[in-house]
Each structure stands twice: as C-alpha cells, then as structure tokens.
C-alpha cells in the first residue's frame, strides 16, 4: 500500500469533483431559463475515499464497478486524472456533450462498466453479472474471475429490489460480488432511522454475504487505545445519527463542548480530548472507516477470497467540504465563499483549478505511481465478440396455432438442431419457464447451476414431462418469480460481449401483463445497450379465464416508447418466424446508427426486441414466399388484403386479432368497395419510421408508401387487443378519419369471444364503427 500517493489522490478527486460542479453551477455561462444544474458535492465527497482505496489498490483490470449516481463526478474526475477523458467533457458536466450527470455505459466516452441513475439497480446488477461470469465459466471460458463491484448509498437500501435480487443471488450460489455502501446516515430528506446498520448486517448474513463494517478510522483506533478511549467509543457508538452530522457541521469547538458535557471533565476521557486542539478534535471525530484510506486498503485486502460481501463504510455527507454533516447537503452547493475558502484548504492555486496534477508535492512521483495501477494498466476494458450467424430460418406447418407455442417450437427446434448459435443462447424466465412454452428448449439443453443437481423425479422414476437438471453446462437460468430479475439479468447477459468478450443470445419469457412490474429495469437494460429478446406472452385479454390480473392493455405502448427496443406483435406463425430471423441478427449488430434511406430506421446500430406474443390458436395464413410480405413483416406492416383504387374502408389490425379483421372485411365486401385489410406487425417500427421521414424534407416512409394510395373519404378501422392509441396515429399519416377500437379498462374473467364482445373487439364492433362513420349506409347484420 502506498498510502502517501493514495491520500494525494483522495485529495485530487476530492477537489476535481466539487470544482467539476462548482464551475458548471456559478462559472459555465448559462442564459435566464436555466435551472440550477447541480451535481451532489457532498454525495460525491463522501465516496472520494472509498473510490480512492478501490480503484487504486484493489482492484485488477477484470473487475467491473456499479459506481452509485450521486458519485458519478468522483468517476470521472478519476478517469480525467488518469487522462482517459478530455478535459471539455468534465468543464461541461451536465451540458450538451460533457459527461452525464450519473455514470452511462452510452452517454459518456470514459469506460462505464454499468450505467446507474435508478437507485437500486446499479447495485443489483453486478450480481447478475456474477452469475453471467459463472454461466461464461461453465460453459468453457477460462478468463480471470472478476469481482462485481456495486458502490451504493445507504438510502438505496430502501429500493425492493434490493433484496430480490439478494434472494436470487443465493439461489445461484452467488460470489465474486462486493457491495460497498456509503453509510453516510442522510438521504434527500433527511437522516436514516437509528440502528440500520444492525438490520443491514443481519439481512446480507442470511443470505450468506460476509458483513464487514468499517466504522473507525486509524485515528480513532489510535485514540480507543489510549486512557479513556473505551469511553470515547462508546459514545461515539451511541450518538445518534442526526447529532454527529450536526457537530460535524459545527466543527471542533462544538465536539469539545459536547463531549465534555456527556463524559465528563475530570476523568481520562476529558484528558483525551484536552490533548488534542479544536482542529486536531474535529480530524479524530471525523475520522470514520469509510475517509480513512488505510482502514479502507485494510478492509478490502482482508476479503481475499470470493465470498460474496458487503463493506458497511461509515462516512459523513460532504465529508472534508464545509458542508460536511449539514443536512440539506444532498442536493447542496458550496457557495463562492465556501468553494474560496475550500480551494485555500486545498492548497490550489488560482488559475490550476483543472490542473490535473495542481498542488501535488512531487508530480512525476505521482505520476509514476498513476501509470503503475493495476485496474488502469491494461487500458480500456470494453471488449468486442464476433457475430454469430444465426440457424436457417424456421418454418412451422400448423394450420391452428398460437404464436407463443410457435415460438416454443421454433426454440426446441434450434436447441435440436445445434451449432455455434444454438450454444450461445441463454433463456431465462421468472418461474414460467413451462407456461411460456420454453419447456421444450429446458428439456434438451437443461438448466444452469455452478454444481450439478439431479433431477429428483426422473431419479425417482416419477413420469414427468419436464427434465429438471441442473448444471454448469444447462442453458437455461430459472429465476424467483421477481421480474425485476428477470430484466436485470437479462441486462448482464446482454452486456457479456462488451463485460467479458463473449457473445451471448439472452432471451426471456414472462407473462406480458407483468412486462411492467420489472419495467424500471428493462428501461435501465435498453439504457446501458444490452442485446437480448424478451418474449411477453400471453397478451391482452386473451388469458381471459384468468381474468383481468393477467391481462395486459397498455404494453403495446410501451413497446413503442421504449427506447433500444424494436417491439413486434405477429398473428400469424410465418411473421413469427421471420422476425425471429431477423432477431437474431439485431441483436449481436453494432454498427453506425445512421437512418436507412428506405426506412429511415436505425437498424444497423442493433438493438434488444421484445415480442408480444398469444396464447390464443388461430387459423394459420397459407405459406407465404412473396419477398414484399417478407418485407412488410419486418418493417411493420403489409397488406393482407390490397385495397382497391376507390377504397371505403381500411381495416388496420396488430396481432390476434386477425380473424375478426379477416371477417369483418369479408361481411363488408359487398356493402363498401374495395376493403383493404393491412397486417401490422410492429406499430413501433412503422410510427417510428414515419417519424423519423418527417424530418426530412421529401422523405417518405413506409407507412407513407403503404396509405398514401387511399382516398381521402376511406376510412380506417383500426384494432387490437390492446391500447387503442397503438394505431390511432395512422390517421395522421395522409389525413384519413380513423376508428380505433382498443382495450382501456381492465378486463374480467370469461372466454375470449365474450371478452372481444365486451371490448369492442370483434367483427361486429368493427361493423359498427363503419356505420358510424358512414350513418344512413347499411352494414350487414350482427353475426349470431
């Protein structure tokens, strides 16, 4: 340990950070309409140490860092001290082109290992990224094992996710995970509850973890040795949170004048505290584990092993800045005065405050010790896999079928055939893993565990569909019934070609209803650009027996709202199949996001999917081979039925409800002319293709090509066992009135057609929506 250049570091970081957003909030030009930008010094002076005593002693270049939001400019002081990160990106901090307000894998251009800005998932993510490196392991990689490194604050712990994600790690026989918590005792609105750290310490011991607190610093273990120093400690485990912010805050004479009131001023105690002056006081008293550099180096080379552990780094809030311990510190500014009177302390001078190396006594020793860390010698840590070319394109023969069996059978045949790709994929699904129709998939490839565990009933000769054993080779992970692990670990497989250098294909299953109890997390997963498929299934109103529970209305709209993923929602098993083709290449590309002139999408940037899928069986559409409906498929939409040139009515449908499209068209054929029927199979790339071509002059794109045709009397009659706002914008394409028939309310139990009834969904209710918008024109009769 070479604790000199360490404490020099410490005080870089802990003055590059604070002038960092000290200059963006009172120095960067801004005009009138601008809100304060802010920034957490004190957030991020609390972790100065902690950071320092990690990346610089005690982590290797395999090891990969959750840094918690509110530190995000102690990273990237770091990363600029180390040179890896131009000066301009730091003098604009949370400007158009600096670097982010919280680290980000996409936004910033300085080795984010994992974006955070979502309190809680930041921390939960090394795990599943623990548990990736056990599959990668498992299945023949043979790189150094890195430790997965979450550093949090305290108030995170109040994030449920938290602990499903501490469930779901001892399940998997978690390890080579350490959580280091900033327990700095203050959140946004104030101080945390008295005695945390007890039910802290008591949790990650049940779930196996090593719990190590790190409460006193060098100083303060010094002094409990000396006479009276058990009485020291004692007090100081018995002050309650809010007070020793308070005299923090207050500085030396406020600790001599309580600590003489509570121990007493003829004793040893008192001559301990008599010894030291005011200023010499406030450094003891302020001398927690989590600002003491060699406690830290300690406590971190004491886990030497791959116990999964949380450090417990008692700090103060704004620690070593005059807003220390104050608490309206969180979302605080030190003001001109203050940042004055902190740059003097500091020792830098006017004009070097974006010195790199300002104030350092021997520069060229410091900078030889820089180049000698061992996180940082390797140099950039993103690594890059190769593609893999995914199998011929499966075709299904059903006549009657759902898409979710069809998306069984399509995986169960690839598991069948084999290859490169096929040992490349990685399912997963929150204890549906049967009811999503993956169990086909299960049987033949089997499920991930680091030890291998029989499967019970097969020992036993119990019949049973299901082969359930377990291990290192199985290519299946099942997850708690938690879906916020669901996309969490999706996150972590679908980052494993950039973390560890090896292409994964992660796709996960869960019912579609429930794509929004883990939404926060697939939100955060598409932010940091991981790559994997998520099938939602089953969809709508169509799980009708099970009632509105298990009913889903508004997913359609979160598909296209979801940034970094393309959403589909295929009837028929021959647009299945095709999408899942091109699938499987979207994934692994990582090219330039620059629009395609044809559709003006950004397909070869790559991106994650998410398919809605049925479980409803519908009469299949013949075999299909024109290369314009293959097409169609892919962009979002074909017509299944052309119209004619003097077109009355457009039926515009997205998924299961094709057979009540189909009908309606027909029982309309003789009553309006020339129905067109158009098949949409992503709402989401069709509107964001439309978009995007309206921002360029002259553009067109293919919802232009497929409307533009219409006649401005035709209408559209657009449904779907979902939101009805999902179709509603094609009205806008050229200017056609639009019906759209949807799903707003929340369902109830029955059989599907007396739900579609109920709704509005089937062919009578588009009938209907035809006679009200053409009043006094026949419609043919209800259907019985």
Request: glycine share 10%; with cysteine.
């Amino acid at each position: 340990m070479q604790l000199e250049h360490l404490q020099t570091v410490h005080r870089r970081l802990l003055w590059l950070s604070s002038w960092t957003i000290h200059n963006a909030n009172h120095l960067r030009d801004k005009d009138d309409t601008d809100v304060k930008v802010g920034g957490h010094q004190a957030s991020s002076a609390s972790m100065a140490a902690i950071m320092t005593a990690l990346y610089f002693h005690a982590l290797r270049p395999e090891d990969r860092v959750a840094v918690k939001p509110h530190a995000g400019p102690v990273f990237h002081a770091m990363q600029y001290l180390m040179g890896n990160l131009p000066l301009e990106k730091l003098v604009a901090f949370r400007g158009f082109g600096g670097v982010q307000s919280y680290p980000s894998r996409t936004k910033d251009v300085d080795d984010v290992d994992f974006s955070t800005g979502s309190v809680g998932l930041g921390a939960a993510l090394p795990v599943f990224a623990s548990i990736v490196q056990d599959y990668l392991q498992g299945h023949g990689r043979d790189a150094p094992m890195g430790r997965m490194v979450a550093l949090i604050g305290d108030a995170e712990l109040d994030e449920g996710n938290i602990y499903e994600a501490l469930q779901e790690g001892w399940k998997h026989d978690l390890r080579n995970v350490w959580w280091v918590i900033d327990y700095n005792r203050q959140s946004l609105d104030g101080v945390v509850r008295e005695g945390l750290f007890q039910r802290i310490e008591a949790i990650f011991s049940a779930f196996g973890w090593r719990a190590v607190r790190i409460k006193y610093g060098a100083l303060q273990q010094a002094a409990f040795a000396e006479p009276g120093g058990d009485a020291l400690r004692r007090w100081i485990d018995g002050c309650p949170n809010a007070l020793y912010s308070a005299l923090t805050f207050q500085g030396g004479p406020a600790w001599r004048k309580r600590l003489l009131a509570d121990l007493g001023t003829a004793n040893d105690a008192a001559d301990l505290i008599g010894r030291r002056s005011d200023d010499e006081l406030a450094a003891l008293m302020e001398n927690l584990g989590g600002h003491c550099l060699r406690t830290l180096c300690e406590a971190f080379d004491d886990a030497d092993d791959d116990r999964p552990t949380v450090f417990l780094a008692y700090t103060i809030k704004g620690w070593g800045t005059p807003l220390a311990g104050h608490k309206d510190n969180h979302a605080g500014l030190m003001t001109p005065a203050q940042m004055a009177q902190f740059q003097a302390a500091m020792g830098v001078a006017p004009g070097a405050e974006w010195d790199r190396l300002a104030a350092v006594p021997d520069p060229a020793a410091l900078q030889a010790f820089l180049d000698s860390v061992p996180f940082f010698r390797a140099g950039p840590r993103r690594f890059r896999a190769a593609a893999i070319a995914p199998p011929p394109r499966i075709d299904l023969s059903d006549t009657v079928q759902s898409t979710q069996a069809g998306f069984g059978k399509i995986l169960n045949e690839i598991a069948r055939q084999g290859g490169a790709f096929a040992d490349r994929v990685l399912t997963m699904s929150p204890d549906v893993t049967v009811s999503t129709n993956l169990g086909g998939w299960v049987n033949q490839r089997g499920l991930f565990a680091r030890e291998l565990r029989d499967d019970t009933f097969r020992a036993e000769r119990v019949p049973s569909t299901q082969k359930w054993s377990f291990g290192p080779s199985g290519q299946h992970l099942e997850l708690g019934i938690a879906e916020m692990n669901l996309m969490l670990a999706l996150a972590a497989a679908g980052l494993s070609h950039s973390l560890f250098g090896e292409r994964l294909i992660p796709v996960g299953t869960v019912y579609d209803p429930f794509v929004v109890r883990g939404l926060d997390a697939l939100n955060y997963a598409c932010y940091q650009d991981a790559r994997f498929l998520l099938a939602g299934t089953p969809s709508g109103v169509t799980l009708a027996p099970e009632g509105g529970a298990h009913q889903s209305i508004n997913t359609p709209l979160i598909g296209m709202a979801q940034d970094g993923l393309c959403a589909f929602e295929p009837a028929f098993l021959d647009e299945l199949s095709l999408i899942l083709d091109w699938s499987w290449a979207h994934l692994q590309r990582d090219g330039e996001a620059r629009p395609d002139p044809r559709t003006h999408l950004t397909d070869a940037a790559g991106g994650s999917v998410y398919l809605r899928l049925s479980t409803r069986p519908i009469q299949q559409a013949l075999r299909r081979s024109d290369p314009d409906f293959a097409q169609g498929v892919i962009d979002g939409a074909y017509w299944l039925r052309p119209p004619g040139p003097n077109a009355e009515v457009v039926i515009a449908y997205q998924g299961v409800v094709a057979p009540e499209a189909i009908e309606a068209a027909g029982r309309l054929a003789g009553l309006r002319r020339d129905i067109g029927v158009l098949a949409v199979t992503s709402a989401d790339r069709l509107h964001a293709g439309w978009c995007a071509a309206r921002r360029i002059p002259g553009a067109r794109s293919h919802a232009d090509r497929l409307l533009e045709g219409l006649p401005p009397h035709c209408l559209i009659v657009t449904v779907i066992d979902g939101h009805p706002a999902t179709l509603s914008w094609l009205g806008s394409v050229v200017g056609h009135r639009v019906a759209a028939l949807g799903v707003e309310r929340f369902g109830q139990t029955g059989r599907i057609a007396d739900l579609y009834r109920y709704f509005g969904l089937d062919a009578d209710a588009i009938l209907a929506a035809v006679a009200r918008h053409n009043p006094g024109r026949p419609v043919i009769a209800a259907s019985a």
